[in-house]
């Protein structure tokens, strides 16, 4: 038997790859590869929610409401505060419950006239003085320690601080008149601590495996581009898409809306020209892994969101749900159109836009699976 010149051989192989190469080539520009993509995706990207991060999310209280910035004084003083009224709550006294809102009225007001004096005390001339001369060593050992402390030493702070305000809340002197009305804030208050205990109680007693009830939600950015005049930026097609889904969903839900990204005011500013509201901005985040990451911790602090609704287009949608499950969110998917339609051949290329995404996000999930996610921890 004649034996195959190599040559022939290798003809043979580099036309049969050629021609597979020109198969999928044809195939890419059909309707069908991009709806395989997702359809890949959706099966094989895991969207379980991580159980420790899902603690951040347990209070299941999110308030779209102006509040403190986590961590503050004010912010202490009014967990605080809760934690009182709630003790007093069970005392079923009314005269209680305005002791303790008085006494909190009184300490807010202490803390703000502390926030003047360093106000004051930041912007007071400063002389200069001759700094001692310090061994760039020993410089850098106490420097080194004080790193190695300071998350311990503030957490100690800030308990110590709880301590102090909640004593403060019980015991300050205040002068209370007999006929005194009952503030309406105090109703407000103890709403949202039943509301708080009773979300915490669902929390608990839900199934890990239950998809419980939405708590807001939640739109990704898409992108900005110049209006028709070349000088006003505006929301691109993807983004304006994302936002229409968002007037169907807030109308059938009434739930606070979160926009992330940096087009979040942009977003904003649409939704408000017609007449929709949306109080939480997440506007520092420049890709998906920090879309989620950030708008989850901005969640953690406005109350806690166990479960939300996510709206972004189908093929962003596998890789988005799975990085909001490992910040402990669950999120249930409600897809935005694309701002091409898929046609059944003609004109192809409007399917090739489709799967031109579809690859994208299916690389970019690979990297994320195997390779890991480069973003910013905090915003």
Known sequence: MKKTPWIVRLVQIVALLFALFGCLIVFIYTPFYSSLIVRALNYFVPVEVNEVAAKSQKMASLSDHESYEPGSDMWIARQAYLKVMEEA?????????????????????????????????????????????????????????????????????????????????????????????????????????????????????????????????????????????????????????????????????????????????????????????????????????????????????????????????RYHMPRTRRLFALNGIETIAIEAPMPTHLTRWRPSEKNYDHSRRANYEMLATMRDMWVGTECREVP
């Not at 809102?101 to 005390?121: C, F, G």
């Open 89 to 313: 709550i069970q005392t079923k006294n009314a005269q209680d419950l305005m002791l303790v809102q008085a006494r909190y009225k009184a300490l807010q007001k202490n803390i703000e006239e502390d926030i003047q004096k360093e106000v004051e005390e930041k912007n007071r001339p400063q002389v200069p003085l001759l700094a001692p001369v310090v061994d760039q060593a020993e410089a850098s050992s106490a420097s080194e320690a004080t790193v190695a402390n300071v998350f311990d030493f503030n957490a100690k702070l800030d308990d110590e601080q709880m301590q102090y305000y909640i004593k403060f809340l019980k015991t300050h002197p205040v002068e209370m008149a007999a006929s005194e009305p009952v503030d309406d804030e105090i109703f407000k208050d103890i709403a949202l601590i039943q509301n708080q205990n009773e979300n915490e109680k669902k929390a608990t007693q839900a199934k890990p495996t239950h998809l419980s009830e939405p708590y807001a939600i939640v739109v990704l950015g898409g992108g900005l581009t110049l209006d028709k005049n070349g000088k006003d930026i505006v929301v691109n097609d993807y983004t304006r898409l994302r936002l229409e889904k968002t007037l169907t969903v807030e109308k059938q839900y009434k739930l606070p809306i979160v926009l992330s990204g940096v087009e979040a005011p942009y977003m904003q500013r649409w939704l408000a020209e017609r007449g929709v509201e949306a109080k939480l901005l997440e506007d520092r985040s420049m890709n998906t892994c920090e879309n989620t990451r950030f708008s989850s911790l901005l969640l953690q602090k406005k109350g806690g969101a166990p479960t939300v609704m996510l709206i972004t287009d």
